[in-house]
């Protein structure tokens, strides 16, 4: 029985680790219940079950599905019965209730009916079957409906327990808010007094624009042109009137441009940046304290006193159980690194900083390169070692081989830029393609396969798909166009795609195009983020636009002659530039062409096409999309570009991260050199992707690494922090 | 004798001072000479009068004159015959030469001949001259004559020797060359492969541009065309005839525009702001070190050994006379406080680290705010001090007065706004000038006139230069109208200006907005180098342009019936869009439309009309102008605002620079204080205008502050710097 308590609170421990590593990346989810002891088992379940993969995939697949509905929903792209939209729906609204209700179990109440999160699920809910039961009424008794909550649906995304980045993206943007408004203010106020200046300068003079309508007389008119012309997309001829006239006015609009586009607009920049940056900043440092908080807890719990009344530490054993049970997949070679990062002295046992810093290293990448031997010097050892085979290697190991298949895709590329009907050029693909097949296979040779096919050889993967799925589709276009002399327009564009595709590669031969590239792919999943985002507004505009503008402009197929098409079927847009430029499938006739628009949009801030069939107040949809989309969310944007970049170029700061991964790098080289001398172990190395972040939030903590004091683990949390309960873990602490 | 020696030895040392305080912001001028002692005298004076104001305001002046000639040159604005335009070039050339030989005589010959931008100047004079001479020649004997020296004369204005800060950016653009011409090679590469992808996708489908052409069937067209898809130029229309055929090729042109304009734009960005702040914190860092030495230098020439072996020190006396020397028309009080801080111990005398520190005192702004009575006060004090006199004071000084005002002001805006023809309309603004006389006036009353129109009062003296020009010019229009009946348009328009300008000042009262106007205000002498780097290169691009493109545009006057009025002169333009947009005035026919064309290339790269008059290869122009001005010169700007506003938003740090200004400010108060207790002293008060930098310099040292150590004044400065002889004054050091 003593046994077994042990063991039991072992368990409690282990578990209670297990949170504080689980939570280390999250912010309110995850607190334990206060009800009965008994019940403390089920619930563990409970919240292992929820956070299994699974459920979250399932989760995202039906948020998808919903937001896929208003591709069937009038307006659609493929038009479907109300009820069997409807049906989909309800089958959704019922999963995000159970996920709802199985998070509500999960959590103490009061803590599930503080947070804004799953008030706005249950609200967002609420209101959509509020709407379905409405529209489906209205519909049944054939009146006209509008289903609003359509744009409800976005905020799903963002409310998710699992949306935590896009929360706090939306939170950043939130806090920034004020200060964006009072430059926004100021650029407003410019604005108007550049407008009515030149109301007084030009709308007198009785000068009339390309097609005859008098020329900045009117003053709202002079307001949005001139809003337009800091979006560039009406210069010049918005000040070609006035030109013409005379060189003095081209001074105003030289003015107004270095003002408003050039200088405003990099104060924006500044401004969204400066903002976004400090509360992103400030959430992070939050979150580590929190993590390290939740770290310093669990150390109290694993702790034992040590033999000379010196500081409490943690052993080896304890340790391996914590490490086993957070992350059950990692190897013991990376474990035993790790206890060699942590345990530097060599005791035995780690104190208090050596076991916070576990969060951090368990964030690094580490991978494991088995120094395999290859599976052909294996089978059959004597061809492999022979001679030819060794020239071999070193032929392709050897950096001429490079160059040469580097010089191959040059030719490649000139190839391809010729004409293919050409018989000779068409049958030089195979040639390529024999090529390219050989220099993956000679790699394969020499290489290990696994280590090839390793996970973080981007390049290796890449080449070797495109090769393929290259000859597979060469191969099926070839068939069928012998066959039945029919060749599939699709199959030859993929074919064509895949071509270039390979001409990529080239990049990654150029060391200092691979540093540029990897950058790139590094903040590729915080662009992710910021892709949600997007994808959040672009919908609510969506579904507003084409409640707004459905049908106003249709677009005739290219071979239709019916006389409206001129006009795309809107007699209003006779004659005008958005006809004449042929701009008819701009549109908000369905949800696809609305995001194809709504981006263009975002290019160049094109609206007068949508404002001649509507109303003037249309362009309030047009400038407030502008707003949001150009100079906020763009604009953070660039801000998280530019600071990943910074990041990149300040190697010099040697940090607490970098401290870090410098230890491990240094362990690494002292086990490989150790395990040589161990004939008997399997030559084993580790290499870290110290570049490379598991999560969004190890970006993040790198990027604002600086201003974070690595040995700062008050246990008094931030006061506010501890008593929204956002971070804190009452139950768990109090055992 | 001996006294005149001292007097000698000591006037050496204070001219040595002198330099190293002018030398402070200065990187290569002002070295002494190696030749015979005898000459000094001379040199010094020479010296002397090569940094006259007056000499320099001369040199920019004819510089202006001979950039200004292109007014005057064909292609002309009015034009002038030959004869005079080279006359006054020669007699720039003379100025310029003069200027030039006045410097060799004031350095020694073998800096003077090490120094790239004096050889430069001699390499750009002589080559005008023999292009000058070659041009006559070939003029006189009625051949085709170039004047290609003109390329070459906005270069003088970067290698003056007060165009120091021009200097400094051309090298930090320099040296970030490599960086940026890495990622635009990637650039390339990303739009080359995405060209053939569109070239292969969409150039054997018979797609057809608006225009019936065939669409994306050449390869440079396309290159060309993606290229200024990244400038956003011809977006959505390029898109619009695939995205017609098929919704997919949308998707090829989203992620071409995320790639390219957002995503690559953003890592240029990145680059050129990195690559430049490095430079040029690189420079800041070796001319503050140069300065610091400098002045420790002339601490080891001005000091004095201390009475018990202690540290040397420098004076009060000593350092009076230094300070009187280098700054004649400093007050006595403001030397007082410089004095007080310096000497924070008061103990007559100061280290070297308090003497190094005066060349950053000096260039913080102080004002002086001597709280004087009211004239009124002096000349009939018993009204002044009167009851009704009072209270209209504290009426005045009242916040509701700024409120009254704000609102008079936002009513004239909609008086404004209103039609003027109105009679009743047109006497307001009688009424409204009237208030606004009233309310300087009262001011006027209230706060002493001198401090009213202080230096630093911008908006004082705004408001009182508007008001009094709209007076003038409303009577001058009044009496014009009434008098001949006629009102002159540019009267009434300045008229108009200024009644706009006057509801600017309503910024002022809102205190978000001042801090943004001021940190704009701040960055402006900044902004000033910006446009001197943006005229060099506009010049340049202007006179290339005026020898490709001159005269192939014609413009037509708005009355003129020409029937080549619809396609600007030239046959070719026929049916264009160039034509039907009437573009006719953007031209290349002189330096002014070229000037605004290339203003117009900057927003949006239009430049379709120039290749259909000239050749497919003239959008190697057009292209070369977006690199250097858009992605070069424009992001350099960008960075420059973003890092100012950054500075601005980061006032907690608490670095040596507004340490000093802090100190000061202590002193200040104490003096105030102090003085208040001795009622016959006049009642004195310090300002200072903490935020406001005397030089760009000092702007860019308080931007890198954070990375100089305070303390490093090392003498051994850079051996590179001291090796080049950059900083170094070898010949006072050796007195």
Redesign the interface.
């Given at each position: 029985s003593s046994d077994g308590n042990i063991r039991k609170k072992e368990h409690k421990k282990l578990d209670k680790c297990h949170r504080a590593q689980r939570g280390a990346g999250e912010d309110v989810e995850h607190e334990g219940n206060s009800g009965p002891r008994g019940n403390r088992n089920t619930r563990v379940k409970l919240y292992i079950l929820y956070n299994h993969w699974a459920l979250k995939v399932l989760l995202y697949f039906f948020i998808l599905v919903s937001l896929c509905l208003a591709i069937f929903e009038e307006p659609a792209v493929w038009p479907l019965p109300v009820w069997a939209t409807m049906l989909v729906e309800v089958l959704c609204l019922l999963i995000f209730t159970i996920r709802l209700v199985h998070y509500a179990k999960v959590i103490p109440r009061d803590k599930f009916w503080k947070d804004p999160k799953n008030i706005c699920i249950i609200v967002i809910l609420m209101l959509t079957l509020v709407d379905m039961i409405i529209y489906g009424a209205m519909k049944s008794a054939n009146y006209y409906g509008v289903r609003w909550s359509r744009v409800l649906r976005p905020l799903l995304l963002v409310n998710v327990t699992e949306g935590r980045q896009l929360r706090r993206a939306f939170r950043s943007i939130r806090n920034a808010l004020p200060q964006i408004f009072?430059?926004f203010?100021?650029f407003m106020?410019s604005i108007l007094?550049f407008s009515?200046?030149a109301?007084?300068?030009l709308g007198k003079r009785g000068l009339k624009n390309?097609d005859g309508s008098p020329y900045f007389t009117s003053?709202l008119e002079i307001i949005f042109e001139l809003y337009v012309l800091v979006t560039?997309a009406n210069?010049?001829?918005i000040?070609?009137p006035a030109?013409?006239?005379s060189?003095i006015f081209?001074a105003f609009f030289?003015l107004y441009?270095l003002i408003n586009?050039?200088?405003f607009m990099?104060?924006f920049?500044?401004?969204v940046?400066?903002n976004y940056k400090k509360y992103l900043k400030e959430e992070i440092r939050q979150l580590v304290r929190a993590k390290r908080h939740k770290m310093v807890r669990a150390f109290a719990v694993l702790q034992e006193p040590r033999e000379e009344g010196g500081e409490p530490v943690v052993t080896r054993a304890t340790w391996n159980q914590v490490v086993q049970l957070v992350q059950p997949n990692l190897s013991n070679a990376h474990r035993e690194l790790l206890w060699s990062v942590s345990d530097d002295k060599n005791q035995g046992a780690i104190g208090k900083v050596a076991f916070v810093q576990l969060a951090d290293l368990l964030n690094i990448e580490v991978i494991t390169l088995k120094s395999r031997p290859h599976p052909l010097q294996w089978l059959c050892p004597t061809l492999y070692q022979s001679a030819p085979s060794r020239l071999l290697c070193r032929m392709v190991q050897h950096r001429a081989f490079v160059i040469v298949y580097d010089l191959i895709i040059l030719v490649n590329?000139v190839f391809?830029?010729l004409d293919e009907e050409n018989p000779m050029i068409a049958n030089s693909e195979w040639v390529f393609l024999a090529l390219y097949i050989l220099e993956i296979l000679l790699k394969l040779y020499v290489f290990e396969p696994r280590d090839f096919f390793s996970k973080h050889s981007f390049w290796n993967w890449f080449d070797t798909i495109v090769v393929i799925a290259a000859l597979i589709a060469t191969i099926i276009n070839s068939a069928m166009k012998t066959s039945k002399d029919f060749s599939s327009q699709q199959i030859l564009?993929i074919v064509?795609?895949l071509?270039?595709l390979r001409?990529?590669r080239?990049?990654d031969s150029i060391k200092?195009?691979r540093t540029?590239?990897n950058t790139?792919i590094r903040i590729g999943p915080a662009i992710l983020t910021f892709g949600q985002l997007i994808l959040v507004v672009y919908y609510i505009f969506a579904m507003v636009g084409m409640e707004l503008f459905k049908g106003k402009v249709t677009?005739y197929g290219?071979s239709s002659t019916d006389p409206a098409k001129a006009y795309c079927g809107n007699p209003l847009l006779n004659g005008t530039d958005f006809a004449k430029?042929?701009?008819c499938?701009?549109n908000f006739n369905n949800v696809?062409?609305s995001f194809?628009l709504l981006?263009?949009l975002t290019?160049?801030n094109?609206c007068s096409g949508f404002v001649t069939v509507t109303h003037i107040s249309a362009r309030i949809f047009f400038v407030l999309f502008h707003i949001i989309v150009v100079i906020v969310i763009?604009n953070i944007?660039?801000a998280f570009?530019?600071e990943a970049?910074?990041v990149e170029?300040s190697v010099d700061k040697n940090t607490g991260w970098d401290n870090l991964v410098n230890a491990m790098e240094t362990i690494d080289n002292d086990l490989g050199t150790s395990q040589s001398a161990k004939p008997n172990l399997p030559s084993l190395m580790f290499k870290i992707a110290s570049k490379r972040y598991r999560t969004v939030d190890a970006l993040l903590q790198r990027i604002f690494e600086s201003d974070l004091d690595p040995e700062d683990f008050a246990e008094n949390d931030d006061p506010e922090a501890q008593s929204s309960g956002n971070f804190a873990n009452p139950i768990f602490g109090s055992t």
């Open positions: 009072y430059v203010l100021l106020f007094i009515l200046m109301l007084k300068l390309i003053y560039t210069s010049p001829d000040m070609m030109y013409n006239a060189f081209a030289i441009i586009t050039y200088i990099s104060v920049l500044a401004v940046y400066n590329a391809i830029g564009d064509f795609i071509r270039v001409l990529v080239v990049v200092r195009f540029i590239i790139l677009f290219q430029l042929n701009y499938k701009n696809v062409s194809i981006v263009e290019v160049v094109q763009l944007f660039v570009v530019l970049f910074f170029y």
